[in-house]
């Protein structure tokens, strides 16, 4: 009797629930009623009721649940609904989904989850096929699957990633990093789970992907995983959660993590977050940090490529100054980290064709380099900046006292729009520092650093 159909499962489903609702929860609707309440809810103009689509439907973990969320949910334009489908699929397969204050979903019995879960990996499994990158549907699903599974478990989605069997793995992290920054506190267990990828590791631009997805989230869960995760960054990364948390918080504790983790056990439990910014930068060094500072700019990267303006206009103290300044970064640079320096006037002259440890002997002889530039020529900028981008670089640091007047590309607007552009997927730091700069050249050089992960510098003679 077909009819029966809807009624058994939500018997089934109600018999794998593990513990029963309590007296002051809502009676949970039967399968049918479930779906067609997230059949309304997700075509509703009411962003709440979209985003809540499809908490009925938890209450069934099937298969024919999961396909009613995938169909309604993963497959709509809408992101917040997404975001909500995806959180859904994460419960059912077992996912935890509670707050500080209330648990804020069923918890779904072991074995109903675990069939959740293989289901979703039968799902996932047939998007993967077939030539075309990695969509919505299998972001939401790998997704769900992060959040949900054990790590550890030799079967985890989590456990096939990191070994390097699946073609499109690259492609997809990026696509779950992408989505699990709108997804509370399921996003947050996502990104935990990304950040022990040998990927992580091993690609800075994933990395600093992962770090930013946990500060947009902006939540207490993600404070307490950046505060984990600082304990063991390399590089550049380390600035984007030192410069986050020390906006949030008003203080500065730099890289330390126990410092981090000691301020959050004293005001984790009533601190009040401020509005979100677009872009938190890094503070000024800390006392006790291992990096040190360039015209006050912070040096966490491991990857540096310096770039000095040797144009014409540079003659005299200025240039004085500004070779003192870079011969003291050097010096001060860990043996770890890889740099090279650029000069430019009318061209681009590299010291190194590549990044260099820091060791004694590299330190002396690019000490030497910058000690013997002299001023003449014009100001090729765009050389210069093309020539950096051609590193493997974390940070570029580039000093400049005029507008570009030569090269292959002398308009700042172009310049700023490629640069962004070479940009976009490295998301390396490009900061900028202004000697004695007219309106141009600032506003320039502040464009840069702003649009490229970087800070500004203005320095008066």
Not at 349 to 366: E, F, H, I, T
Request: charged share 20%; hydrophobic share 45%; with cysteine.
């Amino acid at each position: 009797m077909p009819t029966l159909r809807p009624v058994i499962i939500a018997i089934l489903a109600a018999v794998a629930l593990s513990g029963a609702a309590s007296a002051a929860d809502p009676p949970v609707a039967d399968f049918a009623a479930a779906k067609r309440d997230a059949q309304s809810a997700v075509k509703s103009s009411q962003p709440a009721k979209r985003q809540g689509a499809f908490e009925p439907l938890v209450a069934f973990p099937t298969a024919e649940s999961v396909d009613t969320i995938i169909r309604l949910g993963l497959k709509s334009k809408d992101e917040p609904t997404r975001s909500a489908a995806r959180r859904a699929l994460a419960v059912l397969a077992g996912a935890s989904m509670t707050t500080d204050e209330e648990p804020s979903a069923p918890t779904i019995d072991p074995e109903a989850a675990a069939d959740v879960r293989r289901h979703l990996h039968d799902l996932l499994d047939r998007e993967l096929k077939g030539k075309a990158p990695p969509g919505l549907v299998a972001i939401g699903l790998a997704a769900a699957l992060l959040a949900s599974e054990d790590p550890g478990a030799p079967e985890s989605l989590f456990s096939t990633l990191d070994s390097g069997n699946v073609a499109k793995g690259a492609p997809l992290c990026w696509g779950i990093a992408t989505a699990a920054a709108s997804d509370g506190d399921i996003g947050v267990s996502v990104l935990r789970a990304l950040s022990k990828l040998q990927f992580f590791a091993a690609d800075f631009s994933f990395r600093r992907g992962v770090v930013r997805g946990l500060i947009n989230l902006h939540a207490p869960a993600s404070v307490v995983a950046l505060v984990d995760l600082l304990d063991t960054l390399p590089g550049e990364v380390r600035a984007d959660v030192a410069g986050y948390l020390a906006a949030i918080s008003g203080k500065n504790h730099g890289v330390d993590a126990d410092a981090w983790r000691a301020w959050w056990e004293s005001e984790g439990g009533d601190f009040e977050f401020p509005p979100r910014a677009p872009f938190y930068p890094a503070p000024t060094v800390a006392p006790g940090d291992a990096g040190n500072a360039y015209y006050e700019i912070p040096v966490y990267a491991d990857r540096i490529v310096f770039v000095i303006d040797t144009s014409s206009s540079m003659e005299g103290e200025r240039m004085e100054t500004a070779k003192r300044e870079l011969v003291s970064a050097i010096h001060t640079l860990d043996p770890l980290v890889a740099f090279t320096v650029i000069s430019f006037s009318d061209a681009a002259r590299a010291w190194q064709p590549q990044l260099v440890a820091a060791g004694d002997d590299a330190k002396r002889s690019a000490a030497a380099y910058v000690s013997a530039l002299t001023a003449a020529g014009k100001t090729a900028s765009f050389d210069a900046l093309d020539a950096a981008f051609r590193y493997d670089a974390e940070a570029i640091f580039f000093l400049s006292d005029g507008e570009p007047t030569a090269g292959r590309m002398v308009n700042p607007a172009q310049i700023i729009r490629f640069v962004a552009e070479a940009n976009k997927n490295r998301r390396l730091s490009l900061h900028t520092i202004g000697i004695m700069p007219d309106n141009g050249l600032a506003q320039f050089l502040q464009v840069l650093a702003t649009a490229n992960n970087g800070a500004y510098r203005h320095v008066a003679d």
